[in-house]
């Protein structure tokens, strides 16, 4: 999944909740131990694609399963237990679900839908809650190799056949196969102004 595309939809979608602290991140970690950071804030990481197995033996064809997650930074000033925290965190979740499931992010995927949220961290400035979100999609022959093969090979303009029908009662046959008698001729595509046999 483009996180970007995440980060812009809240950007837009959320700007009451965040006021544009919408960033991106690669782990929790790098964030927890940033000590000038506003809050509320909201960063959007990828977390595992979880693909089915292939669906077809001579093409490709899995559907799998793409996950982000939002974490999220609010205060804990206030009161050191985070229940104020955790009624902020609520809202939040609000918000998120409004901005963001049901939509499609890319043609590609399905609707965006809750996979579910959790404490990561908790001290006296900042209570951290990672919420989970997926969208389904489709690996299709256009994503993997065999099509840029396809790609390489010339244009197929059409065929040309020319049938010597064998017929086991016709007395003109000495050995059996072909006699080299051309009993029909056609095209693919069919040429119109060809004359048809």
Not at 31 to 58: G, H, M, T, Y
Not at 120 to 138: G, K, N, V
Not at 142 to 168: R, S, V
Request: net charge negative.
């Amino acid at each position: 999944m483009d996180c970007a595309l995440i980060i812009a939809a809240l950007r837009t979608r959320c700007s009451a909740v965040f006021s544009n602290r919408v960033a991106g991140a690669a782990e929790f970690k790098q964030l927890q131990e940033s000590a000038a950071l506003s809050v509320p804030a909201a960063f959007v990481i990828p977390l595992d694609d979880d693909a089915s197995e292939r669906k077809s033996q001579n093409t490709v064809r899995q559907d799998l399963t793409d996950g982000f997650g939002i974490i999220v930074a609010v205060s804990n000033v206030a009161d050191e237990r985070g229940q104020t925290a955790a009624a902020t965190i609520h809202t939040i979740r609000a918000a998120l679900w409004a901005a963001l499931m049901g939509w499609r992010p890319a043609e590609c995927y399905t609707g965006i839908i809750y996979e579910g949220g959790q404490l990561l961290a908790m001290d006296r400035a900042r209570l951290w809650w990672q919420f989970e979100f997926s969208a389904a999609m489709e690996i299709g022959p256009e994503d993997g190799y065999q099509q840029t093969e396809l790609i390489g090979l010339p244009h197929f303009d059409g065929a040309h056949f020319n049938l010597d029908c064998i017929d086991p009662a016709d007395p003109n046959i000495q050995s059996p196969g072909p006699d080299g008698r051309i009993e029909a001729q056609f095209s693919v595509p069919q040429d119109p102004d060809a004359d048809l046999p």
